[in-house]
């Protein structure tokens, strides 16, 4: 038998190899999804995300409707933004080439709302949010504002108990993406009242998404709205979760949790990464992302309105974002997230940022974005909008009082706001009759102003005037207030209560009626903040061994805010709701020919 000949020998050999790479081809082919080998190993995920809504459907007005950029030049802009119309455009319109794009929200969605969502039990928000496309959000403490059922019903639908239908004819269908609360756990079971976690997937992509609130829930909201209900540890929680996620084989996880910073700038594109990772910015989410399992890949967060984009190291050194987009659908934030096909994981890298906290062109990992007014509105929020506007106009229209010119509220920087002086010689007013519970003094817990009475019109009511619709915005909860009587000491306790105990990393400035003065030292500490020897009701210094009656609303009234010494006072009288004492005053104390001016908001003198 004569030998093969080289050249043919070389033959076979080249197409045997051939038929093998071939097959291993067809194994290949089979093995790795298309989408992978056009994409190659990675992938791109976009996050979308917002938080703080609170039903603010129409553009704020006020303050309350603006962003602060910080410009190059070292001066400050104020940039008119928010309103559903814009928000649901912006989102769209970042949505673009994005085959892989999550939305998602950290909580406070509602509650807290404006009168025309309000007035129908926050069921037009929910149904904004479905048309928007929200895949997931996390509960707030807002959404336990009329309690744990009725949170259910946003989520399941039904029309409400008490009022019915909000539209003859018409059942609230809910909502159509999740509300996650692994950390709202029933007394009695010990289980999340809804869902902890929900998993997004698309083409073979997996995203694990945690949502809860914060633990302290419980102390800024009415004791009713959290009846049989308990707040576990936000850290504990979400490291259980994230485990149990784990070994689902879902290893790419993002947190959205209702608890938030404060960036040392108001600016929303502040960088808070200057001079190193996370160093502009302080409070709780700092602490429960330094410690949250390397196994959560990024947060979304809310609860303190504050806009900010950081790096904070987790416990093994990676860097992990953290998110917020202030509040009011004022901005919204676009978070780049790698995942890693092979590892089924996020690729994280440092957020790498330009000057005054712009993206850097080659790597524009997270960034937040004004949802400005400039852009075209989505026809179909403004449809949805007017629909509901219609309905609540015989009552949100209606004029209640007159202004000179905008009274800050939820707008003022300063401790002592307008607003609130307006606001507690309201509750004073109303609460001073010997038959109506004999008050003194009036308190008004500062986050219970929710805007800004505006000088310039929402609507056709005209300049000046205020209507039941933007004075309900402002005090939206329709709580009851109370009369109780307090010694002095108890008195002097609530203002130290401000400044100390789990108030003094951000302090909550009590606002406070006509006649009652004190000072504010702020280059002391805790408690020796406030100058107890300054504070006087009517000149004469308050009496630690004297008995005073205190008005407030039955939120502080209950030691809500961190205010323990309310809830020791005794004698307590009901009166009628802060809503309706607040309209009261405005149509008492102004007309068309003689308005109510913004006061001089001088009754606390602050040394810093």
Known sequence: MHATPPRKRLARRLTATAAALAATAGVLATAVPADARTHGRTVDVQLLSFNDLHGNLEPPQGSSGTVTEARPDGTTKAIPAGGVEYLANSLRTARKGHEYSITAAAGDLIGASPLMTGLFHDEPTIEAMNRIGLDATSVGNHEFDEGRAELTRMQRGGCHPKDGCAEPGKTFKGARFPYLAANVLDEKTGKPILKPYTVWQHKGVKIGIIGLTLEGTPDVVTAEGVKGLKFADEVETIDKYAKELDRQGVKSIITLVHEGGMPASGAYNFDCDTPGAGAGISGPI?????????????????????????????????????????????????????????????????????????????????????????????????????????????????????????????????????????????????????????????????????????????????????????????????????????????????????????????????????????????????????????VKLNGTAIDPAKTYRVAGNEFLMGGGDGFPAFKEGTNKRVGASDLDVFNAYLTAHSSKTAPLAPPAADRITVIK
């Open 286 to 534: 700092v602490e429960i992302a330094k410690k949250v399992t390397p196994k959560v890949d990024a947060f979304v967060t809310g609860h303190t309105h504050q806009a900010y984009a950081c790096t904070i190291p987790d416990p093994s050194g990676a860097p992990r974002t953290v998110t917020s987009a202030a509040s009011f659908g004022r901005l919204y934030t676009d978070t780049t997230l790698t995942y890693d096909r092979r590892t089924k994981d996020i690729v994280r890298t440092p957020v790498k940022k330009s000057a005054y906290g712009k993206p850097a062109a080659n790597n524009p990992r997270t960034a937040n974005h004004v949802v400005d007014r400039n852009q075209s509105k989505a026809a179909d929020m403004t449809a949805l909008i007017d629909h509901w506007k219609k309905l609540a106009a015989p009552v949100a229209d209606k004029p209640v009082g007159y202004i000179t010119a905008d009274i800050n509220g939820r707008g003022s920087e300063e401790y002592e706001k307008p607003l609130g002086d307006v606001i507690t010689d309201a509750q004073l007013e109303a609460l001073a009759p010997a038959d109506k519970g004999g008050a003194q003094i009036a308190f008004m817990n500062p986050g219970g102003i929710r805007s800004d009475l505006a000088f310039k019109a929402s609507g056709g009511e005209g300049d000046g005037v205020v209507t039941y619709g933007e004075a309900f915005t402002v005090q939206p909860f329709t709580n009851m207030m109370q009369s109780k009587d307090l010694t002095g000491a108890q008195v002097i306790a609530a203002l130290q209560q401000q400044v100390s105990g789990p108030n003094e990393a951000q302090p909550k400035i009590l606002q406070i009626s006509k006649g009652l003065t004190y000072t504010l030292d702020l280059t002391k500490k805790g408690a020796d903040r406030v100058v107890a020897s300054s």
